[in-house]
């Protein structure tokens, strides 16, 4: 399916007409997001941080996306990934693959409940390393794009999901019960 329409790249406007660049590709629909962030994960190395109201499983519920992600959390002993969301209770009630691989690698992955608004026009994003961007402009459409180089856009949503890190919760009802 052809992409058409305007886009927002961090705010800016783009359309389809907006020369393509090499490292950067829009997206429509959520199997494009789907692929991207598997292959944002597969080209990451160390970290993966996303932001999602709900974390949507026609987007992150996928055997390939979680197979991956675990991949990247036991490809180095400081492998980290970190989902963050605003609500939790589709999470526990679907029992969803993302909350069974945080089960499984509590040292390396971790989903918490945002407490405060965040800073960002993003409806969702995720983060791979330092360069590495998925972003989707807005909730109700899956539209946006991924540039896999954009370090200057990352370092800003890094700091941005740092501070909201800081400040969002455990939920109890996502934890393991072990005998």
Known sequence: MPVTGTYYYIGLPMTTETPPQKHFRLLEGPEAFREALIEAARHSRRDFLVFSPTLDPTVYDSVELI????????SHRRATLQFLVQDTRPLAAQGHG???LCQRLPSKAGIRRITTDIETKAAAFALGDREQLVYQNDPDTYRGFWDWRAGAQVKTLREIFARAWETA???????????
């Open 98 to 100: 993302l909350v069974r």
């Open 67 to 74: 197979e991956t992600l675990s991949a990247l959390a036991r």
């Open 169 to 179: 919760e455990d939920d109890p009802q996502l934890r393991q019960l072990t005998l």
